[in-house]
């Protein structure tokens, strides 16, 4: 069946770096396109980007260029996430959600969610 | 970029009622709306795409509607596990931006 299964949490300081991983599977990897959605605690679901699985290009919403990188691995079928210099307001959950690439169609399936902890 | 605003941003309602919530964008988007379903620290669920087209196996109780930059969902016959956290999408282009959520209390 289909699944994104994410890492487990991460408990980090600010300046450092955490790298979370998105594991698919089930389906034709490069038929959809991996986004990225962080939830602050408490607080609503925001968009942050997303990597084209075909080429690797990966597209960043305003709020999250500069120290977040999206990449995949494709000889394991995975999709990363890594946030460079931890701050504060960084501890969220972030979610991978596929997107079939070819046309308008919404997220239909989620990971779990990666509980990301930021505190000295 | 294209806002999206949703209302209420909480509800109570009793097992058995007919809840509507309701989502504008800023800009016409057509029919590329969706509507998730999110419980507390669980990922979020496709309930409806294209404004109005039910995601698989969701019941037929949750209904979609609407065009352009007005829209709802409708929960007929609330039941006790629809509790939970609500959140429209467009789906029409990047930035797939989100509404702010409404909160779905059972009384």
């Known amino acids: 069946q289909i699944q994104l299964v994410q890492s487990g949490p991460e408990l980090k300081k600010p300046g450092e770096t955490v790298k979370i991983s998105c594991k698919a599977s089930?389906?034709?990897?490069?038929?959809?396109?991996m986004h990225w959605v962080k939830q602050a605690p408490g607080k609503g679901l925001k968009w942050m980007g997303w990597?084209?699985?075909?080429?690797?290009?990966?597209t960043y919403a305003d709020d999250f260029k500069g120290r977040f990188a999206f990449s995949l691995e494709t000889s394991t079928i995975t999709a990363y996430l890594r946030i460079n210099n931890l701050k504060n307001e960084d501890t969220a959950t972030y979610f991978c959600a596929r997107r079939w690439s070819y046309g308008h169609y919404p997220f239909d399936y989620w990971g779990q969610g990666t509980i990301l902890t930021v505190s000295s | 970029d294209i806002q999206m605003t949703q209302s209420p941003a909480s509800l109570s309602a009793s097992v058995g009622e007919t809840v509507p919530i309701t989502c504008r964008a800023s800009e016409n988007i057509y029919s590329y709306l969706a509507w998730y379903q999110q419980k507390q620290g669980k990922s979020p669920q496709l309930l409806v795409y294209n404004a109005k087209t039910l995601a698989e196996g969701v019941p037929s109780r949750f209904s979609g509607s609407g065009s352009g930059t007005q829209f709802s969902l409708k929960i007929n016959s609330l039941q006790p596990e629809d509790f939970g956290n609500y959140y429209c999408q467009h789906h029409y282009g990047t930035p797939y931006t989100f509404g702010g959520g409404t909160k779905l209390e059972i009384k």
């Open positions: 089930g389906y034709t990897f490069t038929d959809y396109s």
């Open positions: 990597i084209n699985t075909e080429t690797g290009e990966p």
